[in-house]
């Protein structure tokens, strides 16, 4: 079975600061990756999408980027936080199409 | 413009007896819909799926519901427990696609 590390689990950072969040998993190989992020008081947005090794899809369009330099590795970067951009991070693996997701343990950022 | 709604944000029901958690769809491509479960600081769990060639999926005491054509589906737990208190979330997706559109939540308070 899949398994997602995904780290820090908590994180304070101040305005214009840069921000690094990395996602690793084991237990399968060319899975999909995700990131969402559910802000206070909504629900799961969906940032980015990977299907594959430095193939990004961007939802929505923010302050933040993402990037896949290996099949399981899939880290989240800003180069300057916005207060808007705390919330609860989470990374989220899809072995194939039609699966459901498996989800890391999430990073809460607070950006102060 | 939100394709998957939960429109109650909390429910509080006793020990015992029936938690009933709502979500409405908008877009009638969906053909597969998924329940999470999710603590605090941690990431969302799967619960329970089910396919839209199904209008009913039972997994020991939680049971999905789909109506198809109110463009409905519920998740029943029976009896509920305090240790069921959580957020769930509900996601639908079209087979083939690799996005799951996530609710917003709802919160489910079981009091002993």
């Known amino acids: 079975s899949q398994t997602i590390h995904q780290w820090p689990a908590t994180l304070v950072q101040p305005v214009g600061s840069p921000l690094s969040l990395e996602c690793t998993v084991e237990?399968?190989?060319?899975?999909?990756l995700y990131w969402y992020r559910q802000a206070a008081g909504r629900g799961l947005q969906l940032l980015f999408y990977s299907i594959g090794i430095d193939q990004i899809s961007s939802e929505v369009p923010q302050n933040l980027s993402a990037s896949r330099p290996q099949d399981r590795q899939f880290i989240l970067s800003s180069k300057k936080l916005l207060l808007s951009d705390s919330g609860f991070y989470l990374c989220?693996?899809?072995?194939?199409?039609?699966?459901?997701?498996?989800f890391g343990s999430g990073t809460r950022l607070t950006v102060v | 413009d939100q394709q998957v709604k939960q429109n109650s944000p909390s429910l509080s029901v006793q020990e015992g007896r029936i938690s009933i958690l709502n979500c409405d769809y908008t877009n009638s491509m969906f053909d597969y819909f998924l329940w999470y479960k999710k603590y605090p600081a941690e990431g969302p769990t799967f619960l329970i799926s089910?396919?839209?060639?199904?209008d009913k999926n039972e997994d020991g005491r939680f049971t999905v519901f789909l109506n198809k054509s109110a463009k409905h589906l519920s998740l029943h737990i029976v009896p509920s427990q305090p240790g069921d208190s959580a957020v769930y979330f509900c996601?639908?997706?079209?087979?083939?696609?690799?996005?799951?559109?996530f609710g917003t939540g709802t919160r489910l308070k079981v009091l002993a």
């Open positions: 089910i396919s839209s060639i199904k």
């Open positions: 989220a693996c899809q072995r194939t199409a039609n699966y459901g997701y498996t």
């Open positions: 996601a639908a997706t079209t087979r083939g696609s690799y996005k799951y559109i």
């Open positions: 237990g399968t190989s060319n899975p999909n």
